[in-house]
């Protein structure tokens, strides 16, 4: 007979990660924040959805760096929790690390893109915002990491979280017309997703103006026809000739 194999995915559910969150709560007062970093961590591997307790880690990582605490270094790296082999492990591993450095945006980044890959989207969409404006307010932001949360956004479908990564991207790259085009791409989708979710319609009928339906999809297409663009170049002519000192 051959042995069961028990599966990783067992010791998941909600509340079997309490008895670790309690202690780590309770060791983070007395201001060991690494062993409650650790207990954190024994906790989130079996409740690697709950959204509070991935709070409570960041927030202990800030007492630690304000109390004096450096981040991992030296010749050897650190030793991760978990080997990685799963988006959940490498999340955690992720977890880890950035409550040890908080600032770690190369951390962040594995958090934000395993969070997506493990499917916990709601701590995928609270570290999105930090990560973003981490990397904002570097001294050398890189424009690749905008980019790549603007496509995880849109496959996620929150097209209003792609806007404002894209709004940063844009930022770095004012003149780029291709990103201004995907930038209006984008906002029209959210503007047809907001009104499916306020009226409860389908796609089609999200929008009551038929004529407005066609415009932004017609904006939403970057392949834009010849017709379009000579239509958008004559309306732009008719709004100037009826006010040209309008800026």
Do not use: C
């Amino acid at each position: 007979m051959a042995e069961e194999v028990t599966s990783p995915s067992s010791i998941e559910g909600p509340g079997k990660g309490k008895a670790f969150f309690d202690r780590a709560k309770t060791v983070a007062v007395t201001g060991n924040y690494d062993y409650a970093i650790d207990m954190y961590i024994e906790g989130l591997n079996r409740e690697p959805f709950n959204l509070d307790e991935h709070k409570a880690l960041r927030d202990v990582g800030f007492r630690r760096k304000v109390s004096g605490g450096k981040a991992p270094g030296g010749l050897l790296k650190p030793k991760l929790p978990y080997k990685g082999k799963t988006a959940k492990e490498s999340m955690l591993n992720a977890a880890w690390m950035l409550a040890k450095d908080i600032g770690n945006i190369p951390m962040m980044q594995q958090y934000f893109r395993n969070a997506v890959a493990g499917e916990y989207l709601d701590v995928a969409l609270w570290i999105g915002p930090i990560l973003r404006e981490a990397n904002r307010t570097n001294k050398s932001p890189k424009f690749e990491i905008y980019t790549e949360m603007v496509e995880t956004y849109k496959n996620l479908k929150q097209y209003k979280l792609a806007l404002e990564a894209m709004q940063a991207a844009m930022q770095m790259k004012p003149n780029d017309m291709n990103l201004a085009a995907e930038a209006q791409a984008i906002a029209a989708l959210e503007v047809l997703q907001k009104g499916q979710y306020e009226k409860g319609e389908s796609f089609k009928g999200s929008i009551k103006d038929k004529a407005m339906t066609k415009q932004l999809l017609e904006e939403e297409n970057l392949n834009r026809s010849e017709e379009y663009r000579l239509k958008a170049l004559s309306q732009a002519k008719e709004d100037y000739d009826k006010n040209p000192t309008e800026v």
